[in-house]
């Protein structure tokens, strides 16, 4: 009787009615009945990017179009400025490397969050740089970036700004446009609500021109095949179609409680956990904290491996552990998608009879309390 | 109250019992519960392809395996043979010219299939070919290409073979190890009864010695990064992870009817509508058919196109039309994946209706008469 809840920053839990919608009997990609579907999913998301630039569906992974956004802007030589303070930041480095572009870094402590100044100061060193990778929300870290002053600063600029918003669209605001984001990059098992198998790409205009002139070789993640066939309301290659099914409800639901007040539930929900997760004495790890997930130092002396398995697999609640260099040092509380407060409360106070199993000594309930009272407060 | 029947050549039906396992709440994939899913999938897909080899798995179109294998077995300025018999086939040589690689091509007649021997001429004039790309099965004709014979030319040479077996895997036989096939491709919406939206590779330890020389650039499609997650049960970025969970299921149905069993029944259905369709008069479009797809010519004066769209919009059943230079000559009835002898009795009924209703000359009902008699006697 052990009942799942997923508080995990990717793959998110799938809304019931968007779970059925997938299993209905699969139909044929080339017809009208799924042009519609596909149109209505990518006039959607255009939305939910807040972008009236083309946004380009593939079926892959989010890391299938982050190398789309490298191969489609680059040329083998080229110069790129990769912002690198978590896991996924370095994820930049690595593919522009592998593809023969010469990646400029900019390292940036883990839990720490890249300055619009800092990213400006490396510009003007490299005033050749074409590009500039950055990451909305590190998922690693926990930490949200200004991508908002980064696009003010690069505003009269030609390079073009890249971001990764994998685990912060949907969740956090990020205004495509209004911002001068030239490609923003997603995927489909975090603000989505849907599970993982479909990546986005909105391009700018100024980006479409750096398009033409790329000469890193691709062909299933290339762009221009994409927007031929996205013209017509289809793609390239076989869609993932039940995914594409899917995201098409998923973003109903999204348009329906509105992307403002989404986005206005994921903050609520972080200041909740934030201000817990400090009530029982703990340390946030992000000095900028997203609010799609939030980065907690474990206790001294209590691995927070340890936390994530006991919440696991003695209570069937899942929050993640550190990557990387932050391995058994963190947890991660994931506020992203189909989630409200009572599966925020459920996963503090999972928490809290851990910690205590663990023999860290707090006040039993304080979280609990903070959150409940915040949330209490907010109540509209 | 239209029932809506599949008869396609990718997506193919999904069994009920395999779309109502990924409509189950979504797990997280770092964990033991993915990991055993993933082990069981991985297992059970080295039955599938016949073969010792590791088999990975990308999140992805089947395409995305197709470039796997160009880009891991091959460097910029490599020859390698292509046979192009059709739209798939084609696709080899685009993707070898999309990174540079020297595209030495047979050009095979549309509906004829491609011989051992004439591989063998080709390769023995370009012995510095280091690949031959082939199709099992060429799903735009309807082809089969007898890959048991080149495996066996292709025995001593050192070229690598590699055949692209997207919609031949799991509907016709294909001994991996057996009949010396370095690289399978294949994808998961054709014989393998799911959604698309995974795409796989068996990898021999002959073509691995070419993996690791490939200068190609690769990233997403790594095999070196994909198998070393596959020794951990696991992959390099997140999988797909509910079409993981729906190959499981839909493996372990193939597994309990047994692969012998299965390539049997899709020969029973295919003969009996190649049969059928002979028996009111109309001519098979392949030379050497395919078990899993049959294409038809269409009678004169009807645009097959016609007959695809009454068919679909007027009784819900859907088949496919031609590709290419084949549009509006031929349809293609698929007898692929979870299909048995009523969904092609369905099918072939409602073809001779709309035959009917578009002015084409037959005897009612014998294609079904043909078709019913040669499952009669081969009931077991």
Redesign the interface.
């Known amino acids: 009787m052990k009942k ?1 809840v ?1 508080l ?1 920053p ?2 998110t ?2 809304p019931p009615q968007v ?2 919608s ?8 080339r ?1 009208p009945q799924f042009e519609e579907i596909f149109a209505q999913m990518s006039e959607n998301l255009k939305y939910l990017f807040q972008t009236r630039n083309d946004v380009i569906t ?7 179009a982050m ?1 789309a956004s490298v191969v489609n802007l680059l040329s083998p030589g080229d110069k790129a400025i990769c912002v690198q303070g978590g896991k996924f930041g370095e994820r930049w480095a ?2 522009c490397r ?3 572009v010469e990646a400029v870094i900019i390292d940036v402590e883990w839990g720490d969050a890249v300055s619009a100044e800092e990213i400006e100061r490396v510009l003007n060193k490299h005033p050749d740089a074409k590009v500039v990778f950055t990451t909305l929300s590190e998922t690693s870290t926990g930490v949200a970036t200004d991508v908002k002053a980064i696009g003010a600063m690069m505003n009269n600029k030609p390079a073009v700004l890249v971001t990764d918003a994998i685990s912060g669209l949907g969740g956090m605001e990020l205004k495509t446009d209004e911002w001068g984001v030239d490609v923003v990059v997603s ?1 489909s ?1 975090k603000g989505l609500m849907i ?3 479909l990546a986005f790409c909105s391009i700018s205009p100024k980006a479409w021109e750096l398009v033409e002139k790329a000469r ?7 762009f221009r095949k994409a927007k031929k066939n996205l013209d017509k309301n289809t793609t390239a ?7 594409c099914i899917g995201l098409n409800e998923a973003l109903k639901m999204i348009r329906e409680e509105t992307l403002e007040k989404a986005i206005a539930r994921h903050a609520r929900l972080a200041e909740a956990v934030r201000g817990a997760i400090q009530a029982i004495g703990l340390e946030l790890f992000a000095k900028k904290p997203a609010n799609v997930v939030t980065a907690v130092k474990s206790p001294e002396n209590i691995d927070s491996g340890k936390i994530v398995k006991m919440m ?1 697999d003695d209570y069937g609640i ?1 929050i993640a552990g550190g990557q990387g260099d932050a391995k058994g040092k963190i947890f991660r509380i994931a506020q992203l998608g189909y989630m409200n407060e009572f599966d925020i409360l459920t996963g503090l106070s999972c928490l809290e009879i851990v910690l205590a199993r663990l023999g860290y000594k707090f006040e039993m309930g304080k979280a609990i309390g903070f959150a409940e009272t915040k949330f209490q407060e907010t109540s509209s």
């Open positions: 799942h997923l995990t990717g793959p839990p799938v779970l059925l997938m299993a209905q009997p699969i139909i044929h990609h017809t593939f079926a892959s992974s989010g890391t299938g190398e690595e593919l592998a593809y023969g995927g098992q599970p993982p198998g890193c070789p691709r062909y299933y993640f290339d290659f076989t869609p993932a179609i039940t995914l696991r899942s």
